[in-house]
């Protein structure tokens, strides 16, 4: 087989593999255990500057243990983005994590 048809045909399995990932299915099995209750709640205060909105703290799975990440004012990447919270899912015997992102 010639080189650059094989090279073709692996740079086109490699950007496929990549945008199905990309697309939304995602997320990784975690744990047997579900993520514990929110860790904090408490005054969100005011955002620091036009544009920004509020993001709220969630469960990471870091390091084989679920690890707390505090909410925080953002800037959304375009005008009329919304954030989808990240969440942890029934998968088999256990947790898959969907992680956080802009739709």
Known sequence: MNRKLLLLTFVLLVAGTLAACAAGGG???VARTPPPPPAAYGVVGMAPGP???WVNGYWD?????YFWVRGSWVR???R??????PA???Y???YRYQAGRWR
Do not use: D, K, L, M
Request: glycine share 24%; net charge positive.
């Open 27 to 29: 997320g990784y099995y």
């Open 51 to 53: 544009g920004y909105v």
């Open 61 to 65: 799975w870091r390091g084989g243990n």
């Open 76 to 78: 959304p990447p375009r």
């Open 80 to 85: 009329g983005a919304v954030w989808i919270a």
């Open 88 to 90: 942890y899912r029934p």
């Open 92 to 94: 088999r015997n256990g």
